[in-house]
Antibody, heavy 117, light 107 residues
Framework: EVQLVETGGGLVQPGRSLKLSCVAS????????MSWTRQAPGKGLEWVAS????????YYPDSVKGRFTISRDNAQNTLYLQMNSLRSEDTATYYC??????????WGQGVMVTVSS | DIQLTQSPSSMSASLGDRVSLTCQSS??????LSWYQHKPGKPPKPMIY???NLADGVPSRFSGSRSGSDYSLTISSLESEDTAIYYCLQYDEYPLTFGSGTKLEIK
């Protein structure tokens, strides 16, 4: 059974940093691209970042480019999202997602990040 | 960036009704469009990929179609468990973009 378990969320002040982790199980992690997607309270879904199976290439929307970094440790079956210079508009539930054939075929339960002073 | 316009933004229908939700792309994306069902307190669930393909475990009352740059998600006979927000996503090019969603309720 595919499982994606996110950790690392919480309350953080504007301008500070936070790192999310996602431990994957139930599939061969290093065969799959992975992504992060988020949903701000009362808003729709927004793609945040993607990474190839090897980790050699990464992709971001302009809203987080230069502030967020997606990475992975294939030996540990773990995906990361390093979030720097956080803003109030980054407050959201962050989902770890798998990408196979099409985006987001599996989703984690999500982790809440609140950016507030 | 590619814009996806979903319509209607919300709707209500009766059990057993045939329901169609629409997603219009601002530029050509071929069949690189997927649909997700999102219920409160749960992660989104993939329903349709590559415009017309049913994702694993999705009931056969759901279907996807395309006419030019217009994409539709159709429920042939609405059931109470189908109450949710439905989002379309284009994955033809980066940045990946979602539509703003259609909230579907039961009358």
């Amino acid at each position: 059974e595919v499982q994606l378990v996110e950790t690392g969320g919480g309350l953080v002040q504007p301008g500070r940093s936070l790192k999310l982790s996602c431990v994957a199980s139930g599939f061969t992690f290093n065969n799959y691209w992975m992504s992060w997607t988020r949903q701000a309270p009362g808003k729709g879904l927004e793609w945040v970042a993607s990474i190839t199976n090897s980790g050699g290439s990464t992709y971001y929307p302009d809203s987080v480019k230069g502030r967020f970094t997606i990475s992975r440790d294939n030996a540990q079956n773990t995906l990361y999202l390093q979030m720097n210079s956080l803003r109030s508009e980054d407050t959201a539930t962050y989902y770890c997602t798998r990408y196979y054939g099409f985006p987001f075929d599996y989703w984690g339960q999500g982790v809440m990040v609140t950016v507030s002073s | 960036d590619i814009q996806l316009t979903q319509s209607p933004s919300s709707m209500s229908a009766s059990l057993g009704d045939r329901v169609s939700l629409t997603c219009q792309s601002s530029q050509g994306i071929g069949n690189y469009l997927s649909w997700y069902q999102h219920k409160p307190g749960k992660p989104p669930k993939p329903m349709i990929y590559y415009a017309t393909n049913l994702a694993d475990g999705v009931p056969s009352r759901f279907s996807g179609s395309r006419s030019g740059s217009d994409y539709s998600l159709t429920i042939s006979s609405l059931e109470s468990e189908d109450t949710a927000i439905y989002y379309c996503l284009q994955y033809d090019e980066y940045p990946l973009t979602f539509g703003s969603g259609t909230k579907l309720e039961i009358k």
